[in-house]
C-alpha cells in the first residue's frame, strides 16, 4: 500500500517562496511518475508539475516560478515555489502512479494573499 503525505502549506505573501513536500511509504518514487496537482473550490483539480521517466512538465500558469524535485534518498518529491500569486492559492495533493493505480496524498493548503 502507497502512502503519500504532503507538508509545507500555510499562508504566504504574493512574490515571497513557500516548498511543498510529499513524502512516500510503501514504494520507491525513484522510478516512477509522480506529480502535483491543486484544486480549488467549484473547479477541477488540475496538473501543477509532474516528473515523467526523468522529464519534468510544468503547467504554463507556474511555469519558470514552481520547481519540482525528488530526492531518492528520502523517498520525496519537492514543489519548491517561488513569486506565488493569489491565484495558485488551492489545496496542493502529491499523486504517484504505481502498476497503473494512482494513490494521492491528503493534501495541503496553500493561501496566497497579502
Known amino acids: 500500500q502507497v502512502q503519500l503525505v504532503e507538508s509545507g502549506g500555510g499562508s504566504v505573501q504574493p512574490g515571497g517562496s513557500l516548498r511543498l513536500s510529499c513524502v512516500a511509504s510503501g514504494h520507491t518514487l525513484g522510478y516512477v511518475t509522480i506529480g502535483w496537482f491543486r484544486q480549488v473550490p467549484g473547479k477541477e483539480r488540475e496538473g501543477v508539475s509532474c516528473?515523467?521517466?526523468?522529464?519534468?512538465y510544468y503547467a504554463d500558469s507556474v511555469k519558470g516560478r514552481f520547481t519540482i524535485s525528488r530526492d531518492a534518498a528520502k523517498n520525496t518529491v519537492d514543489l519548491q515555489m517561488n513569486s506565488p500569486k493569489p491565484e495558485d492559492t488551492a489545496v496542493y495533493y502529491c499523486r504517484v502512479q504505481v502498476d497503473g493505480v494512482y494513490y494521492w496524498g491528503q493534501g495541503t493548503q496553500v493561501t496566497v494573499s497579502s
Open positions: 516528473i515523467d521517466d526523468g522529464t519534468l
